[in-house]
């Protein structure tokens, strides 16, 4: 009888390991499956950009791939009498969520005396009859400037058409520009958090922003990404990852 017993505790046991065995390798299956979709979801919310001359339509700025202080990067240059100074980046279509880039600008040697070496990014760009966008943009050269008024006005938000810089200063003083320390054309990282009507900028890895917009001046829309240069501007692109929420 005692005999009888053990071997059924035995078979008992034995069949509890095989139910355990199969129940773990379903568990890792299910769980290495999970992974490969969530994987999926994230590649396809996040994409490296591939920053080519081919990827971009230029409206009025002249596009080269160059490589500069030893880093392969697009090089912007406005075109003679440009009115917008954008390299939209083809086949991306953006709402909310994050940009990142590296980027790089100083006044070309033929620039005149206001030039600040301008350069960011544009968001929600939208074509039409007039090309609408929201923007951040650093000027570097005001970074380490002697003057503090300059420094306080290193970097700006804009919304374009309506609401270009000397607007927002005049009518709305110190809120759509703010101070950062930037080096005039060394390789600067950006990063843009954007959420309905708010957007934040974010230099150099820094964990608080240096400028925050809570009430974009453009409608809530969707549209695309540019690279952006202003007047005068020697501008380098690299790195630009975008994030849709």
Same mark, same amino acid.
């Given at each position: ?104 600008? $100083? ?7 206001? =030039?600040?070496?301008?350069? !960011?990014? *544009?968001?929600? #760009?939208?074509? /039409? ?80 922003? $240096? ?7 453009? =409608?809530?829309?969707?549209? !695309?990404? *540019?690279?952006? #240069?202003?007047? /005068? ?13």
């Amino acid at each position: 009888m005692l005999l009888f017993l053990l071997r059924q505790e035995k078979k008992r046991v034995k069949n509890l390991v095989v139910f355990i065995n199969v129940f773990w390798t379903s568990l890792m299956k299910t769980l290495i499956m999970l992974f490969k979709v969530l994987l999926i979801i994230t590649q396809a919310r996040s994409q490296d950009i591939s920053l080519i001359a081919k990827n971009l339509e230029g409206i009025d700025v002249k596009i080269e791939e160059v490589t500069y202080k030893s880093k392969t990067a697009i090089r912007l240059t406005e075109s003679p009498e440009a009115a917008e100074n954008l390299a939209i980046v083809k086949g991306i279509q953006f709402t909310d969520g994050t940009i990142t880039a590296e980027l790089a600008g $100083s006044p070309l040697p033929s620039a005149n005396n206001s =030039a600040r070496g301008f350069i !960011g990014v *544009a968001f929600r #760009v939208k074509k /039409g009859d007039t090309i609408r966008y929201d923007c951040f943009y650093l000027r570097p050269t005001n970074g380490r400037a002697d003057d503090q008024i300059r420094r306080n006005h290193s970097t700006q938000y804009i919304a374009h058409p309506e609401y270009p810089w000397f607007r927002l200063r005049k009518e709305f003083p110190s809120m759509y520009e703010s101070y950062v320390d930037i080096v005039e054309g060394e390789w600067t990282k950006i990063k843009i958090e954007v959420k309905g009507k708010q957007a934040k900028l974010y230099v150099n890895d820094a964990e608080q922003p $240096s400028l925050i917009v809570n009430s974009l001046l453009n =409608a809530e829309s969707t549209g !695309g990404i *540019a690279l952006w #240069v202003g007047q /005068g501007t020697d501008g380098y692109f690299r790195n630009l990852k975008v994030t849709k929420n």
